[in-house]
């Protein structure tokens, strides 16, 4: 039996058998590696780090998407920074008033491997017509969008290293203040915070985004497959409250979601008090 073996933190590591090593590959911006197991099904890393598996994708996608899709019925355009497994497109499209998607992810091999062997996430994205793929730089992608011209961002990044390194930046959250609409909403990885490296990214993203945004929260899911299990997204937005959503609008929709539903969300903002207390909320 093989293991594919991750550092969660210094003194304590995270393992997952696998039988097949499919591919290896080092492109410009990072290492990709795919890998099939039993348990958790196709997954890849980046640079070592696990990114998405066929067991729990839905979990991630689901969180990063339908809860501003909730908060407003009236979203016609989307950014999705990153995100080249597809997963996070692929629950965007499942909303026909959506018109258009936009997808900047800056190395365009991840998205190609994810449509050979993750096709659960990648399949059918591009196909779409309301899809535009961008394979350049998300940080630059943003600087020359237009003002307020779209109602929704996703920040699907990896961490707070490497390439994901400038989507933590103030510089980076300005840029996106000004491309949303008046209603617009920004979601981002928002890390751990449970190890201390993880929670100091945290920090400091929340922190920078309480200073551009008037309206920001940070919600929780459960990651199995994620240091510690236990992570979050930033919601900021310039006029719309996470808290008060129409659930029967949503669920007109008739979305068949496997972790997403009106009553988690409510509750995936309430946070633990440690979390709060690391937040510096009240």
């Known amino acids: 039996m093989k293991w594919y073996t991750e550092d969660w933190s210094e003194e304590c590591k995270f393992s997952i058998a696998y039988d097949k090593h499919l591919h290896t590959e080092q492109t410009p911006f990072q290492k990709i590696d795919f ?22 994708e839905f979990i991630y996608h689901d969180m990063i998407v ?15 920074i990153g995100g080249g497994d597809g997963g996070t ?6 909303y026909g008033f959506v018109e258009n998607v936009v997808m900047a992810e800056i190395d365009e091999r991840v ?3 994810s449509q050979q062997y993750l096709p659960v996430t990648a399949a059918g994205v591009e196909e779409d017509p309301r899809m535009t793929l961008h394979f350049e730089d998300g940080l630059a992608y943003v600087k020359n969008a237009a003002d307020k011209s779209f109602d929704l961002i996703l920040v699907d990044s990896t961490d707070p290293i490497s390439v994901g390194e400038g989507l933590f930046t103030t510089a ?3 840029e996106c203040h000004r491309v949303l609409t008046d209603d617009g909403i920004l979601i981002n990885q928002h890390e751990s915070p449970y190890f201390a490296e993880y929670a100091e990214n945290m920090k400091k993203a929340h922190h920078k985004i309480k200073a551009i945004f008037p309206i920001t929260h940070v919600y929780q899911y459960h990651m199995p497959t994620y240091p510690s299990g236990h992570w979050l997204f ?16 949503w669920q007109s929709y008739g979305l068949q979601t496997k972790y997403y ?11 633990p008090s440690y979390v709060r207390e690391k937040l510096g909320h009240e």
């Open 261 to 271: 539903n009106t009553d988690l969300h409510r509750g995936a903002f309430a946070l």
């Open 234 to 249: 930033g919601f900021a937005s310039k006029s719309l409250s996470p808290l008060q959503i129409d659930e029967q609008q």
């Open 89 to 94: 497109a692929r629950e965007v499209l499942r």
């Open 35 to 56: 890998y099939q197991g039993k348990e958790f099904g196709t997954f890849f890393t980046l640079d070592g780090l696990m990114m998405v598996n066929e067991k729990d």
């Open 66 to 80: 339908h809860p501003a899709m909730a908060t407003n019925p009236n979203i016609k355009n989307v950014l999705i």
């Open 111 to 113: 998205f190609r491997l």
């Open 172 to 174: 980076f959250y300005e």
